[in-house]
């Protein structure tokens, strides 16, 4: 019987289908396996089911010959070397579409958090500073408009379009920009450029690779309006953090809702987490448990395809199978 590693206990019903199929390995914590572990466990195993969290690279895919596929409870695939996979024939699975409107809600939350400064209020609040002299005021925690502004979407593809989609209902004008053209209803093609330099809120949801790496740098960061918002729910490598960090505390920028960094955990003493304009969360944009339970069938069903020797049903590298 074939050997499959799996990183973590995941949730839903297909992973408990597993057993029947394959020997199965299961890392059972405490905690998330960390890469020795990884390193270890993989050896002589046919396939792995993984998370994001769990770093393939070329070295540990050069180390495991035997590695016929990856599945990983993920949209995002850049914690995998796809084009080392590739190369070796090992299809890379993941997990889209069943979290595209979880996390264009969680967009949303940042995005009314960070316009209407809600954290700040939250802890002004608990803080105990809300006091009878200070009670209410013209000016007191005024944020900006959501509705009828201009919201600039970076990335169109399925999340993207769940975002442009909730804009409506806020009468939002929503600009977007593609890497390839793409026509969406409601949203005006733009460059990316102009998007920046015209957007009261900025959404990024484009996928993390080597052409957007670093593609909201200290430049483009400069384009934005003085009071624009920036939401990132896709990958912190996409925005140049000590740039953003920067324009926030300059008044180069009113405020960024995050929900992912370049390094995860974020270092406690990240300049971003200091500032009272940002609005943080632990990437947790997929994070309600009927759409963990979805994406964990998923990368599940794409272990029970590998192991028939099918195709996996959610593939990011489907010309493996082309040859
Ligand atoms: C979450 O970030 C994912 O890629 O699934």
Redesign the pocket.
């Known amino acids: 019987m074939s050997k499959v590693l799996v990183t973590h206990q995941l949730p839903g019903e297909r992973i408990h289908e597993l057993p029947d199929h394959c020997e199965m390995n299961v890392w059972m914590g405490p905690g998330l396996m960390p890469s020795d572990a990884l390193r270890d466990e993989l050896a002589g195993c046919e396939g792995v089911l993984c998370l ?1 969290t769990d770093r393939i690279d070329e070295a540990l895919l050069e180390a495991n010959p035997q590695l016929r596929f990856v599945s990983s409870m ?3 695939v850049d914690h995998i070397d796809v084009t080392a996979a590739t190369s070796r024939g090992i299809p890379v699975g993941n ?1 889209p579409g069943v ?1 595209v409107d979880t996390t264009a809600d969680a967009t949303f939350a940042l995005l009314l958090a960070a316009a209407r400064r809600l954290v700040e209020a939250d802890r002004f609040v608990r803080g105990g500073h809300w006091r009878v002299e200070n009670a209410w005021s013209p000016e007191f925690f005024t944020g900006n408009d959501v509705t009828g502004a201009t919201l600039g979407i970076i990335g169109l593809g399925e999340v993207g379009q769940a975002v442009a989609r909730r804009a409506a209902g806020f009468d939002m004008r929503v600009l977007g920009w593609n890497r390839s053209e793409r026509t969406v209803p409601g949203v005006e093609n733009t460059e990316l450029d102009a998007l920046l330099a015209e957007s009261d809120f900025v959404s990024i949801n484009v996928a993390l690779g080597e052409e957007t790496r670093n593609l909201i740098d200290e430049r483009r960061l400069a384009l934005m309006k003085r009071d624009a918002v920036l939401i990132n729910t896709a ?1 912190g490598g996409i925005v140049d953090e000590e740039a953003l960090a920067w324009a926030l505390s300059h008044d180069r920028l009113a405020a960024a809702g995050l929900d ?1 960094f370049a390094q995860e955990p974020v270092q406690e003493d990240h300049p971003l987490l200091s500032l009272p304009n940002v609005v943080t969360t632990p ?1 947790i ?2 994070a309600t448990l009927a759409t963990r339970e979805k ?1 964990a069938d998923i990368a599940a069903a794409n272990v029970l395809a590998a192991l028939r020797g099918e195709a996996m049903p959610s593939c990011a590298n489907p010309e493996v199978y082309q040859r």
């Open positions: 994001l993920s949209v995002g997990t979290l990958r992912v990437h944009g997929s994406m």
